[in-house]
């Protein structure tokens, strides 16, 4: 670096395109209620269990569990995947899955697989903002479909890809959060899934299918993935412990067909996840802990969504409009037109209170009339003391707005 010149000068040109990811800071007096962050709520974090099963790996299996683990992962994790995971009578094996540093590892991986500089990749639209800023990160062109209730609009989605066919350009994936949506908290209808599927033979491009939440199902019956709908052949599946155990254990999957997971494998750069929390997750769910867990932050969640959901009907009923995710962390809120989001972040802070406006996850500057909730993190005792605050932010917005 000469003396005139600047680190900043050194950076790849990657780093140049920004960050999609919201920062979120709190300048009220008032403590603040956090409607936010998609986290875990902290006390359904399974301390005990946990600290029980790394101990016995530590006891029993300390030398494979400190050593490097290979680049697949703990295979008797993958095995216990693999049965898990099976569903509709497709059985899995180990060797479809990969073990890596969580969900936004998984999805950096097939951006690193896939994408060069300059291709194609279509997304919901509104998508999650940590992936909107991964593949952006690796320098693609995304190409934003419109969401509906039900999922993708489909419609559009077809006009899209006829669009780039015209062009001679030929999307690598699809980028999909079909259960639990981040943000909406919409699941995609099986219709929907097999008319995606049917897009991506006919136009050629594969499917990364985010099942961050799927295990966080309150309501309603299960829809097939699209992974096992399509046996496979162009689905990619990525997964998670983050939302289910604990997300400081940084430890994920991806999940496909062998000849991908092996490419993945023989191409990773990191050296691989962590033995030791991969040989503990797998402790963990054999003696029985995982399945109670998952039962138990199931009840802990849904009862945060039937209470918020009750306060803003209360409150807000003639302020937005919302419908009822059957599961995952989040609520999407539709704002009265005359409200102003703009302003959002300043009231709610100065309320003591903090959401995320729809804005963040748009790719080109929408969702200005959109809010969303995170349900997960704020603790029960705090939900209607959080309504009462956001409603008071929204009456105040909204008579700001009618003031000009």
């Not at 590892?105 to 509104?126: K, N, Q, R, W, Y």
């Not at 699209?226 to 990619?236: A, F, T």
């Not at 849904?302 to 009907?313: C, E, N, S, V």
Request: hydrophobic share 35%; glycine share 10%; aromatic share 8%.
């Amino acid at each position: 670096m000469n003396s005139n010149g600047s680190w900043k000068d050194k950076l790849a040109r990657r780093n140049h395109l920004g960050s999609w990811v919201s920062t979120l800071r709190t300048e009220g007096t008032r403590p603040t209620i956090s409607f936010g962050g998609g986290l875990p709520d902290p006390a359904s974090l399974p301390t005990e269990a946990l600290a029980k099963s790394i101990n016995y790996v530590l006891k029993n299996h300390s030398e494979a569990a400190l050593q490097y683990g290979g680049t697949e992962g703990y295979e008797g994790l993958r095995e216990l995947l693999a049965k898990k995971l099976s569903e509709n009578g497709t059985t899995l094996k180990a060797s479809n899955f990969v073990i890596v540093n969580g969900a936004s590892s998984a999805l950096a991986h097939a951006c690193s697989l896939f994408i060069d500089p300059g291709d194609t990749v279509i997304l919901e639209d509104p998508s999650y903002s940590g992936s909107i800023s991964t593949i952006k990160f690796a320098e693609a062109k995304m190409v934003g479909v419109t969401m509906e209730p039900g999922g993708l609009d489909m419609e559009m989605l077809g006009k899209k890809l006829k669009e780039l066919a015209k062009e001679k350009i030929s999307p690598k994936f699809f980028y999909s959060i079909p259960n639990f949506h981040n943000p909406m908290g919409s699941t995609m209808s099986l219709e929907k899934r097999k008319a995606l599927l049917e897009y991506a033979r006919e136009y050629d491009f594969l499917i990364i299918e985010d099942e961050t939440y799927t295990a966080l199902r309150f309501d309603g019956n299960p829809v097939p993935s699209m992974y096992i709908l399509d046996k496979g052949h162009r689905v990619i599946q990525i997964g998670t412990f983050s939302k289910t155990l604990a997300p400081g254990l940084r430890l994920g999957w991806v999940m496909g067909n062998e000849e991908i997971i092996e490419y993945i494998t023989s191409r990773r750069t990191d050296m691989g996840s962590s033995p030791l929390i991969a040989r503990a997750i797998a402790q963990f769910i054999q003696d029985g802990h995982y399945e109670p867990h998952l039962a138990k932050v199931i009840d802990i969640y849904r009862r945060k969504r039937d209470t918020l959901i009750a306060g803003l009907g209360e409150r807000c009923a003639n302020l937005a409009q919302w419908t009822a995710p059957e599961g995952g962390f989040f609520l999407w809120l539709n704002l009265k037109k005359d409200i102003d989001p703009q302003m959002l972040r300043q009231a709610g802070a100065e309320e003591g209170v903090s959401v995320i406006t729809g804005s963040n996850f748009y790719l080109n500057g929408g969702g200005k009339d959109k809010v969303r909730m995170a349900f997960s993190y704020v603790s029960q005792n705090q939900i209607e003391e959080g309504v009462v605050r956001v409603d008071k932010v929204l009456r105040r917005l909204l008579s700001s707005s009618k003031s000009k």
